[in-house]
């Protein structure tokens, strides 16, 4: 499993989630975001719905599974600048 903590705000105009949820979807591995005890499935739409939260600019993602290094990667490149 590889953790990741991202600053979602790095950019100057923010991603739509559903970018975000496609770029999961297209990964094999988990992809889920922490927050204290909960974590919302990246790849679930109503889900981020509910639980994405955009209130704190340092988001922990978690990636498990066979292409968690590539996965990690693609989440990171679309909140680059």
């Known amino acids: 499993m ?8 790095q950019r100057y105009h ?4 559903a ?5 999961a979807n297209s990964c094999d591995c988990d992809i ?4 204290g005890k909960s974590r919302v499935n990246v790849k679930d739409y109503d889900a981020m719905k509910r639980g994405f939260n955009t209130q704190n600019p340092n988001v922990w993602f ?4 066979c292409d968690e290094i ?3 990667q693609r989440i990171e490149n679309l909140f680059a600048p």
């Open 2 to 9: 590889l953790r990741k903590e991202l600053n979602i705000r």
């Open 14 to 17: 923010p991603i739509p989630i």
């Open 19 to 23: 970018v975000l949820i496609s770029t």
């Open 32 to 35: 889920y975001v922490e927050y």
């Open 62 to 65: 978690y990636f498990n599974g």
């Open 70 to 72: 590539q996965a990690e």
